[in-house]
């Protein structure tokens, strides 16, 4: 990659959950603008992101103008492991995810799409990012409507082409399951813990990315709205 905002942190390895401040570098840049626009219509859309501990997902999401609601929960595997301690073993097929309502008329699905990978997910590890490692923590695209799978599908291949990152891109789209809304203690966690170690080291420095590289799509106040 080619980073423009890099952010020092420390190295580390798996973690028990995104519970505990870890270290690495990570660094965000701007992901080039979507060849192909999403057109739709109809009022307020839904479409579900993973993109590894979904508190700074969830976090970038709340700060985004146009997007009216942000849900952490599980999505990929069942009702009987839709929970946090099962989730964290790896094995479930859930990945921890997002599920976004938004304005298309205010921020369209592409632009979604843009600043996810800009400032929340890299594209180019497999069942990780930042310091979590396991499958459910894996970056995936989870479209909720034939023009978002399209939009998804040339995005990707647009990004895997435009030689901006240094490795394959390795996310892929995933068909809808059911998503599962996390436990209430999950829900707002960067605006209820702005001190949490975690938050400080990974997810405040993708907010400020956020504010940064798309100051028209930045929402100041942290949405809070998880029903």
Request: glycine share 8%; charged share 20%; proline share 6%.
């Amino acid at each position: 990659m080619k980073p423009l905002f890099p952010i020092a942190a420390a190295l580390g390895l798996a973690l028990a959950g995104c519970q505990q401040p870890a270290a690495a570098a990570e660094s965000y840049f701007e992901a080039p603008a979507p060849a192909r626009i999403a057109k739709e219509t109809g009022g307020l859309k839904v479409a579900v992101f993973a993109g590894g501990c979904f508190w700074g997902v969830e976090g970038v999401f709340s700060h985004t103008k146009g997007v009216k609601r942000a849900v952490s929960g599980y999505h990929g595997g069942n009702a009987a492991t839709a929970n946090y301690k099962a989730t964290n073993s790896g094995v479930t097929g859930h990945a921890e995810a997002v599920r976004v309502v938004y304005d298309p008329k205010i921020v369209r699905y592409d632009e979604l799409l843009q600043i996810f990978f800009s400032v929340v997910a890299d594209p180019t590890l497999k069942n990780r990012q930042g310091p979590d490692v396991g499958s459910q923590y894996r970056a995936a695209l989870v479209p909720m409507s034939a023009e978002q799978r399209a939009v998804a599908s040339a995005y990707l291949d647009q990004m895997q082409k435009s030689g901006k990152w240094d490795r394959p891109i390795v996310t892929e789209i995933e068909k809808y399951r059911k998503f599962y809304p996390a436990e209430g203690y999950h829900q707002d966690f960067m605006a209820k813990n702005p001190r949490h170690g975690y938050i400080q080291r990974w997810d405040k420095p993708k907010v400020a990315a956020l504010q940064r590289f798309f100051p028209e799509h930045y929402r100041a106040s942290y949405l809070r709205d998880h029903k």
